[in-house]
């Protein structure tokens, strides 16, 4: 598969907006369920808690844009620690669309955005 299309193939979306058919598998990455939506409602196909920070980097990060580019190596850093459930995510791109559903306000700075960096670097 060439790169162009995996890298079209992974798709970020706020857990608060509604489903749409062009998203694919909807996966919710977030280690908590997002605060006021119906599980009816949201349309996940997966939820990797695995593959969320950790409760004390996701405290920490406080989504503090000044804590950005150290919250991202700590990602990643736990991220490699869940390499199954990375492999297994791949696959289902490989398959098709899939949207990465996070209930962050902050559509620059939040997991889904360093997810998709890791996914499509280390493809």
Known sequence: MSEKIFNERVRLKRAYERPAAGDGK???IDRLWPRGVKKTEAAIDHWVKD???STELRKW????PARWSEFR???AAEIQEHRGELDRLRELIREGTVTLVYSAHDETHNDAVVLREILLRQR
């Open 73 to 75: 190596r700590r990602y």
């Open 51 to 53: 593959l969320a920070p």
């Open 61 to 64: 990060f406080g989504h503090d």
């Open 26 to 28: 909807r996966v919710l």
